[in-house]
C-alpha cells in the first residue's frame, strides 16, 4: 500500500487535482500522447492489474473517489485486488460509471478525432480583478491571516533596476569640458576686438572705448589754483575700467563708463592742503548732471612745495562727449570755482585780483601807506569759505623823530564789505606794527580779511589811547 503524493504542474507548479486533463493556472496540457498523465504518480500496487495512473492503491474501503478512491472490486481473473487486466482503464478525465465524477468537477468536452484530447479549459479568472482572466505570472491572492505586501512595492518577480553606465557621466562630462573651454576662447576674442580692455596706467587701447560713439581720450591745457594748489589739467580718458584703479569695472548695476581727469600739481604755499580729492572735483555732464569722484590716485591735497602727478576717476552710466564736460572743484561749504574741462578755457575770474593803490593816510601820529590789495580765493593752503574771499592788504609804517613809541596790536585794523566787518586772520601778518620805536622807518606787514567780495573795500584802523580812528577807501583793480 502506497500514499499519494501531491499533484503540482510540471511548468508552472500549481497544484492540480487527480485526473485533471489541464493546468487550472497555466492551461499546460497535463496528457502525453497515450492519454496518461505525467509520471508524478506515486508506484503502484497489486498482482498484474495497474491503478489509473493518476491514483495511488487505497486500501479497501478507505472511502470515495475521489482523490484517494477504494480500490475497485475485483471483476477479472485478477486476484490481487486491481482492475482486470483484459478491461482497460477508461481515458482520464471521461465519465464513468464505475468510478463516478468528482463532487464539484466538470469533465472537458472530449474530442473523439483529436486521439483522445479534450478541449482545454478556459483560463481562471482572478476574483480581484472583476472576472478578467488572471495574470499567470502573479503569485497567489493572499489568504486570510496571511502578510499582504503594501501596494505598489515591487513583486517577486519585479526586474531589478538597471545601473546607468559610468560612461554616460564620461561623455558628458567631456561635453561640459569643451564648451566651457570655447566658450571662454570666444569670450577673450571678443574682449581683445572690442578694445574696452585698457592697458597699463589705465589707457584705452583703443580709439573708442569699447566701440562707442565718442572718443576715448582728449588732450586738454588748462591751469587753475584751488587751496593754493596750482593744476595743470593735461588729458581726459574715458574707458569702462582702468587697469590701476582697482574700484572701476567693479559695479554690480550693469556696464559703467568711467572717465578720468589726468593733472600734474604743485603746491604754492609752504603750507599743506588738506583737501580731499572726492569731496572738492566734481564732474559736470553734458546734461548739466554731475558724477562725484570715485577715487584719485592720492588720498589728499599735496604738503608744502610738492609737485607731483596725479589723476581723479569718475564713475558714468554711459559714454560722453569729453569735449563737453566740466569741472568744479571746492567742497559744498567753500568758494567753488566751475569752468569748462578743455583748452583755452575762461578762468580769469578765478585768477587773484590786484590793485597797487599807494594811498597815503595818517595814523597814531606816523606816516603810513596802503601799498597794494589782493582779492583772491585761497591763501596758504586753505580755500575761501562758501560766499567769501580773501582780501590781502600791504601797509608800510614810518614813526618819525619825536613821536615816541606807538603800541599797536593786531586788532588795530578792520576791513568793511558792505555790511560786513572783518577782523584780520591768523594768516596775517602784523607783528612788527605791535611796537613802532621813534624814528623807525619802513616797517611792513600784510593783514588778511575772508570777507564776501565787493567792489569797494573800506580799511579801517580803530582808535586807542590818544590815538584817532581813521579810514581809507580802496577797489580791487581800480588802481586807485
Not at 490481487?80 to 477508461?90: H, I, L, R
Not at 596706467?201 to 569699447?210: K, L, R, V, W
Not at 590818544?466 to 577807501?473: C, K, L, P
Request: hydrophobic share 30%; net charge neutral.
Amino acid at each position: 500500500m502506497s500514499q499519494v503524493l501531491p499533484q503540482t504542474c510540471p511548468k508552472c507548479h500549481a497544484p492540480v487535482n487527480p485526473g485533471q486533463a489541464f493546468c487550472p493556472n497555466c492551461g499546460t496540457n497535463l496528457t502525453n500522447s497515450s492519454g496518461i498523465f505525467p509520471p508524478t504518480v506515486a508506484a503502484q500496487s497489486g498482482s498484474g492489474g495497474t491503478f489509473p495512473p493518476t491514483i495511488a492503491a487505497q486500501p479497501e474501503g478507505a472511502g470515495v473517489f475521489p482523490p484517494t478512491m477504494a480500490a475497485a472490486p475485483n471483476v477479472g481473473p485478477n486476484t490481487g485486488g486491481g482492475y482486470n487486466a483484459s478491461t482497460p482503464p477508461p481515458p482520464i478525465g471521461l465519465p464513468n460509471s464505475a468510478y463516478g465524477t468528482p463532487p464539484g468537477y466538470s469533465s472537458p468536452s472530449y474530442d473523439p478525432y483529436s486521439g483522445g484530447a479534450a478541449t482545454p479549459p478556459p483560463p481562471p479568472t482572478d476574483p480581484y480583478s472583476g472576472g478578467a482572466p488572471a495574470n499567470s505570472y502573479a503569485p497567489p491572492p493572499p489568504q486570510p491571516g496571511q502578510y499582504a505586501p503594501p501596494i505598489g512595492a515591487p513583486g517577486p518577480y519585479t526586474l531589478p533596476n538597471k545601473k546607468k553606465s559610468p560612461a554616460l557621466y564620461i561623455v558628458l562630462g567631456v561635453v561640459l569640458a569643451v564648451l566651457v573651454v570655447c566658450g571662454g576662447s570666444a569670450w577673450a576674442v571678443t574682449k581683445a576686438l572690442s578694445g574696452k580692455d585698457t592697458g597699463s596706467g589705465g589707457t584705452s587701447s583703443s580709439g573708442n572705448s569699447g566701440g562707442g560713439q565718442f572718443a576715448a581720450e582728449q588732450k586738454v591745457d588748462l591751469s587753475v589754483v584751488y587751496s593754493s594748489v596750482q593744476f595743470n589739467f593735461t588729458s581726459l580718458q574715458q574707458a569702462n575700467k582702468f587697469s590701476d584703479d582697482s574700484l572701476s569695472g567693479l559695479s554690480y548695476n550693469g556696464n559703467k563708463n568711467y572717465v578720468r581727469v589726468n593733472f600734474k600739481e604743485q603746491q604754492t604755499s609752504q603750507k599743506s592742503s588738506y583737501f580731499s580729492y572726492s569731496s572738492s572735483f566734481l564732474l559736470i555732464l553734458p546734461d548739466k548732471t554731475t558724477a562725484s569722484s570715485l577715487k584719485a590716485q592720492e588720498y589728499s591735497g599735496p604738503e608744502g612745495g610738492v609737485v607731483r602727478t596725479n589723476w581723479v576717476d569718475f564713475e558714468l552710466s554711459k559714454q560722453v562727449d569729453l569735449s563737453k564736460l566740466s569741472l568744479r572743484l571746492g567742497a559744498s561749504d567753500e568758494a567753488q570755482m566751475t569752468f569748462p574741462l578743455k583748452t583755452g578755457a575762461d578762468v580769469s575770474k578765478y585768477k587773484p585780483q590786484q590793485a597797487t593803490l599807494n594811498k597815503s593816510f595818517q595814523y597814531a601820529g606816523m606816516d603810513w601807506t596802503l601799498k597794494d590789495a589782493t582779492q583772491i580765493y585761497y591763501n596758504n593752503g586753505k580755500q575761501a569759505k562758501s560766499g567769501k574771499v580773501f582780501v590781502l592788504v600791504d601797509l608800510k609804517a614810518n614813526n618819525p623823530d619825536g613821536n615816541g613809541s606807538v603800541y599797536l596790536y593786531s586788532g588795530f585794523v578792520r576791513l568793511k564789505s558792505g555790511d560786513t566787518v572783518s577782523a584780520p586772520t591768523y594768516d596775517s601778518n602784523l607783528d612788527d606794527f605791535d611796537i613802532i620805536d621813534s624814528g623807525t622807518t619802513n616797517v611792513q606787514g600784510t593783514a588778511v580779511f575772508e570777507t564776501p567780495p565787493s567792489g569797494t573795500y573800506t580799511l579801517t584802523f580803530t582808535s586807542g589811547k590818544n590815538i584817532a580812528a581813521t579810514s581809507v577807501d580802496f577797489s580791487v583793480g581800480s588802481g586807485s
